[in-house]
């Protein structure tokens, strides 16, 4: 059994940089019901959303968003490319995934693992139940 952990404290806010090596951590040990639809997905931290995703979403607060699935084969919502030159990427926000980080004081690797989890498994049609049961598992010695 792989016991990889990533411990980090912080007197500041962790870095893009943090977030990302932490979230590559997480997405090596994503629950086996997800792994056959994750074999090219990309994940990415930005540090916030963007202008267009803002209004393509409608968002009423960007601080809402914590990740979203963009799907390589898709111009926009429901318009397929006919060739997909872009892979599938999980995009984490890192501003409102601290935000909520800071409003709850749960485990930011619980947290992030938990954002990855809900988009990718809403993405692939898994149901509330399923995905908070994946979220909540004990999983391969992450926590």
Known sequence: MDTRQIIMNYTVAPSVDDLQALANS???DIPEELVGFC??????????????TEIELDLD????????????KEISPGVEKKSSETADMLVIYRRSVLDMWCDTGDDLT????????EEIGRQYGFSDEEVAEM?????QGMF
Do not use: C, S, T
């Not at 979220?135 to 999983?139: D, E, P, Q």
């Open 26 to 28: 997480i997405f090596d």
């Open 110 to 117: 619980k947290l992030i693992r938990q954002v990855m989890i």
């Open 39 to 52: 074999k090219d997905l990309q994940v990415i931290v930005e540090d916030f959303v963007d202008e267009a």
């Open 135 to 139: 979220a909540g598992r004990h999983y």
């Open 61 to 72: 607060d960007p601080y809402d968003l914590l990740a979203i699935y963009r799907n390589g």
